[in-house]
């Protein structure tokens, strides 16, 4: 498959910056079509973009013979059903993160996958952006000596819509249509960060809690768990703290210092050890997911080997179902 002509399933905010321009910057790759439940959302998103097809059917995208490839930029819930459709059209699909909105539905994915043997990649781009790059390479590097411990804290105020006494809730605080609340939208990112570091987690248990009373998904948690190599990590996510406590940060914790950043504030990296403290900057590229698209198209064009597959990206759903007792 050389020349890539991709189909969106959903044209929101995530396309508008983070993902849809990187698919027409790589070198045999473009859009040839989107699709939304609102037509003049459709309409409007592609005459904008020079996009020469729009639906209102996901199906019918799916079934254009000018698609080769489907990009699934939809609300969690409908994830497995789109990836699976696209994928038993003989269609590679790229799935927004987190894969699905539980880990069952995740495990159909790869099923479905394995028996079509049509790929099904997922949008954990941070792995590949070079800020974490940078922190995975100080801990191969051994820079920080033997890692002992994990720690995640994440802390922000409710967001304006959190207040909003609608009569449908922004879908993120849906759980039948998120999996979960901001923690299943947020945690991912990190969860996958730590698990392409230190291997997949293969413990986790936790608390949840619905602190402020604004809506009814989880608003608080606390996750104990384990990696397959033993080393143990802990964290603590809250969607109603005050401003006082806000917070985005892990810190790995080796036998020779630590290093501590950002997943979403991309502040400067923090490695301590007995020679001091240095700040590291490291800058990302304008498409925070151009460099996971690229290798996505490069390993459907034959030119390379894309990891971020569905499989790869599966445990974090386990770890996340985990955390909040779905199981």
């Not at 983070?18 to 040839?32: L, M, N, Q, Y």
């Not at 143990?232 to 703290?241: D, L, R």
């Amino acid at each position: 498959m050389k020349e890539l002509k991709w189909g969106f399933i959903g044209c929101g905010e995530v396309t508008e910056i983070k993902s849809g321009p990187a698919f027409s910057e790589v070198e045999g790759s473009t859009v040839v079509a989107v699709m939304s439940r609102t037509e003049e959302r459709a309409r409007t998103y592609a005459v904008k973009r020079g996009i020469p097809k729009w639906y209102t059917d996901a199906q019918e995208l799916i079934d254009d013979p000018d698609v080769n490839a489907v990009y699934v930029a939809t609300p969690p819930s409908s994830h497995a059903t789109y990836a699976i459709m696209s994928m038993k059209a003989g269609k590679p699909v790229y799935v927004e993160k987190p894969l699905a909105a539980s880990y069952e539905d995740c495990a159909r994915i790869n099923r479905i996958s394995e028996e079509t043997g049509i790929p099904c990649f997922v949008a954990y781009y941070r792995r590949y952006l070079p800020y974490f790059q940078k922190v995975k390479d100080i801990v191969n590097n051994g820079i920080i000596g033997k890692m002992v411990n994990v720690h995640v804290r994440f802390a922000v105020p409710p967001r304006e819509l959190d207040y909003t006494k609608q009569k449908e809730l922004p879908w993120r605080l849906q759980p039948d249509i998120a999996g979960g609340g901001y923690f299943y939208d947020l945690a991912p990112h990190q969860l996958d960060l730590l698990q392409d570091i230190f291997g997949v987690i293969v413990e986790a248990r936790g608390i949840r809690a619905n602190r402020g009373g604004l809506y009814n998904a989880e608003d608080s948690v606390s996750a104990c768990f384990q990696f397959e190599n033993g080393l143990p990590g802990s964290g603590s996510w809250c969607f109603v703290a005050h401003e006082s406590a806000r917070e985005d940060r892990i810190e790995l914790i080796g036998d020779q210092g630590s290093v501590s950043f950002s997943v979403f504030d991309y502040a400067p990296i923090k490695l301590h050890t007995s020679e001091g403290t240095q700040k590291i900057t490291v800058p990302n590229p304008p498409y925070v997911q151009y460099p996971l698209i690229k290798n996505v198209i490069e390993h459907l064009q034959g030119i390379g080997i894309c990891e971020c597959t569905s499989v790869s990206a599966t445990p974090v759903n386990w770890a996340m179902d985990r955390i909040l007792g779905k199981f």
